[in-house]
C-alpha cells in the first residue's frame, strides 16, 4: 500500500534554533501535500498544502514566515520551524493522496513529535 | 471554509454494546467523509469512508451513514471491543486534491 514516511518521529531541539521535518512519499508521487499540527488530546489542524514547484498555501493564522515549506519533488516536502519557541512544542505531521484525480483516503506519514526546550 | 462539529467528546461503552459518534458539516460542497482511528502517540489510521453518492456503508463492524441534506454523518461501531478504544475523528474534503478538515474527535473507551 501507500507509504508515507516521515523524518524524524522525534526532536528536541532549543528555543531559537530551526527544526527541518521531512516527509516523503515512497511509493507514489505527490504533487500536494499537507502539513497538521496537533496539540495533546486536540484535533489535527491544518497549516498548511504544499505544493510541488509553487509557494505553499497557508491556513489562517499560520504564520508562512515561521513555518517554512519547501515541496521540491514529487516525492518530497519539508516543514521547517524556524526560531522555535516552547509554545511550538507539538506533534507535526503530514499527509498525501496516494491516488491523485481518485477519492480514496490521504495516507498519513508517522508524525514528529516536537519539543522546544 | 469548512467547519466540522463532532459529538460526543468522549464516549464509554461497555464491551459488547454499540458506539456511535456524530458530525455535521457546513459546506454543502464537501463529498467526501472519511474517519479516522488514531491510538495515542500514532497516526490516525483510516477506518471507513463514505461519497456523497452513498447514503450507508458498511464494513464487518463498522458502519457510516450520511444525509447529504442535512449534512449529517455519523459512525457506528457494533460489538465493540476493548481494541477499539482510542480517539476517532470524522473529516470532510471537497474534491479529491482538497485539504481534509477534521473534526475535533471522540474519546472512546471499551470497558471490558
Known amino acids: 500500500g501507500a507509504v508515507v514516511s516521515q523524518h524524524p518521529s522525534r526532536v528536541i531541539c532549543k528555543s531559537g534554533t530551526s527544526v527541518k521535518i521531512e516527509c516523503r512519499s515512497l511509493d507514489f508521487q505527490a504533487t500536494t501535500m499537507f502539513w497538521y499540527r496537533q496539540f495533546p488530546k486536540q484535533s489535527l489542524m491544518l497549516m498548511a498544502t504544499s505544493n510541488e514547484g509553487s509557494k505553499a498555501t497557508y491556513e489562517q493564522g499560520v504564520e508562512k514566515d515561521k513555518f517554512l515549506i519547501n515541496h521540491a519533488s514529487l516525492t518530497l516536502s519539508t516543514l521547517t520551524v524556524t526560531s522555535a519557541h516552547p509554545e511550538d512544542s507539538s506533534f507535526y505531521i503530514c499527509?498525501?493522496?496516494?491516488?491523485?484525480?481518485?477519492?480514496?483516503?490521504?495516507?498519513f506519514g508517522s508524525g514528529t513529535r516536537l519539543t522546544v526546550v | 471554509g469548512e467547519n466540522v462539529e463532532q459529538h460526543p467528546s468522549t464516549l464509554s461503552v461497555q464491551e459488547g454494546d454499540s458506539a456511535v459518534i456524530k458530525c455535521t458539516y457546513s459546506d454543502s460542497a464537501s463529498n467526501y467523509f472519511p474517519w479516522y482511528k488514531q491510538e495515542l502517540g500514532k497516526r490516525p489510521q483510516l477506518i471507513i469512508d463514505?461519497?456523497?453518492?452513498?447514503g450507508e456503508k458498511k464494513d464487518q463492524r463498522i458502519a457510516v451513514t450520511l444525509n447529504k441534506t442535512a449534512k449529517h454523518f455519523s459512525l457506528h461501531i457494533t460489538e465493540t471491543q476493548p481494541e477499539d478504544s482510542a480517539v476517532y475523528f470524522c473529516?470532510?474534503?471537497?474534491?479529491?486534491?482538497?485539504?481534509?478538515?477534521f473534526g475535533p474527535g471522540t474519546s472512546l473507551s471499551v470497558i471490558p
Open positions: 473529516a470532510a474534503r471537497k474534491t479529491s486534491y482538497d485539504k481534509v478538515i
Open positions: 499527509s498525501a493522496n496516494p491516488r491523485q484525480g481518485a477519492t480514496d483516503g490521504y495516507t
Open positions: 463514505i461519497r456523497s453518492n452513498v
